[in-house]
């Protein structure tokens, strides 16, 4: 059993290993690359980080997955998951939803005018968007979303409230799930809308999380929006959300941050002093530093059974599902025992000059948290297990 990369796909990462390496040399590398920025580091929030992105445009990263027909490559989903592998070992912005869910979505159901208008926007990477699913009643429940989308005129109306809109603070578009039919059962009611983020009737409020990722509280208030922002058919929007689910497995996962925490609690272990020793010499430490390396290795495996399965164009959400579950508890499992070791020091917020490893742990401890919430919570990726890969009967 082989699970290395073929020889193009191992040349193309070392492609985007030199690019890297360039971009670091770059005045405003701190800004772009940080791998203390936790779950904010797929964010495009700064002008340093909207110039790296244009540069990755301009070296046709983005849309490389994309039929040439719409500027794209035709390249296997494969290498959009290496180049954010590399991407995120960094903590530099991943390419994302423009390249991934909107996209795709746009070139498979989209009007003409759609395409023309947001497809070249993206590939430039001049367009970012906001997923707007999540509401105060919807969120692993998603199908139950109530923001209204009422007929008017060559328009609609649109009325609700979404919750934990990630980039609404800077997007330009919002990417937004309506309830089009409220008396259709609930999948199939829903459609989808792109609207200009800054109308006058959305109302923007950040949201501080636990690990100090703004997300936001949006107000959508008599947001009227013409026909032509509809994407692809009215009522068909769950379809389409689900379909992009499938489009972002390549790029969802992404293995290096684990490994790069692993290799950064090491080190940790090999300079703690304590009572006049090492801890590393400690069995209890080293009994524990092992059993997380073979965790480590199982998240790895876990992760190339996701790839190996979307690259065979099979849906591969059992896979996903124990990736995900294994993989962000694994993230929260190193932090917790960075701040074993470290004992009380540990606690120190990033904002201390003495906080050891300038703070990274502590708030690792507390960010990782956010990774077993969004997209899909650890109780619906076991619920997924449960009742796709071991048949067991759900109660509801
Ligand atoms: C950092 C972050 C960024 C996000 N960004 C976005 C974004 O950009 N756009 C967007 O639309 N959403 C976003 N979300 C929302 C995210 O998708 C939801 O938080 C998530 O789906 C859970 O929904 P909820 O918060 O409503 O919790 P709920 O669904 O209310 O769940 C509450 C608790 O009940 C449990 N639970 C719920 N249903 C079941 C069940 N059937 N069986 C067992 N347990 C269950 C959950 O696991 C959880 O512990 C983001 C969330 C976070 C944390």
């Known amino acids: 059993m082989n699970f290395d990369f073929s020889a193009a796909e191992q040349a193309f990462v070392a492609e985007v290993r030199q690019f890297i390496e360039g971009e670091a040399e770059s005045d405003d590398a701190a800004d772009v690359m940080n791998p203390n920025r936790e779950s904010d580091s797929i964010l495009s929030d700064t002008p340093a980080r909207k110039r790296f992105n244009r540069k990755m445009a301009e070296r046709g990263y983005i849309g490389m997955s994309w039929p040439k027909e719409y500027g794209g490559q035709a390249r296997p989903g494969i290498y959009e998951y290496l180049l954010n592998e590399e991407l995120s070992r960094v903590g530099a912005p991943l390419i994302g939803k423009g390249v991934g869910c909107v996209g795709q979505t746009l070139i498979r159901h989209g009007s003409d005018k759609l395409k023309a208008e947001f497809l070249p926007k993206i590939l430039r990477a001049e367009v970012e968007f906001a997923l707007g699913y999540t509401e105060p009643g919807a969120g692993s429940d998603l199908a139950s979303l109530k923001l209204k989308a009422e007929r008017q005129g060559e328009g609609w109306l649109l009325n609700g409230q979404k919750m934990f ?196 742990w502590e708030w690792s401890y507390r960010a990782t948290a956010l990774d077993t919430i969004g997209a899909g919570t650890s109780e619906i990726q076991k619920n997924i297990i449960a009742r796709k890969r071991l048949e067991l009967p759900l109660e509801y």
């Open 165 to 360: 809109t990630t980039s609404a603070h800077f997007a330009d578009w919002y990417w937004l799930a309506a309830r089009t039919d409220p008396s259709a059962k609930k999948h199939k009611g829903i459609s989808l809308f792109l609207v200009p983020m800054d109308d006058p009737g959305i109302t923007i409020h950040p949201i501080e999380t636990l690990g100090e990722h703004v997300t936001n509280q949006v107000f959508i208030d008599n947001v009227w929006v013409h026909e032509d922002y509809l994407v692809g058919e009215v009522n068909k929007g769950w379809t389409y959300i689900c379909e992009a689910l499938d489009y972002e497995r390549f790029t969802f996962y992404t293995f290096s941050p684990l490994e790069e925490k692993f290799n950064a609690l090491l080190s940790l272990v090999k300079s703690i002093r304590r009572n006049g020793k090492m801890i590393s010499e400690e069995a209890t430490v080293q009994s524990r530093m092992a059993r997380l390396a073979t965790d480590v290795e199982t998240a790895k495996m876990l992760q190339r059974r996701v790839i190996y399965a979307a690259s065979q164009g099979d849906v591969p959400s059992i896979e996903a599902a124990m990736c995900k579950l294994f993989s962000t508890e694994l993230h929260q499992r190193l932090s917790r025992a960075a701040l074993d070791f470290l004992g009380e020091e540990g606690l120190l917020h990033k904002s201390c000059d003495d906080a050891p490893a300038g703070g990274k």
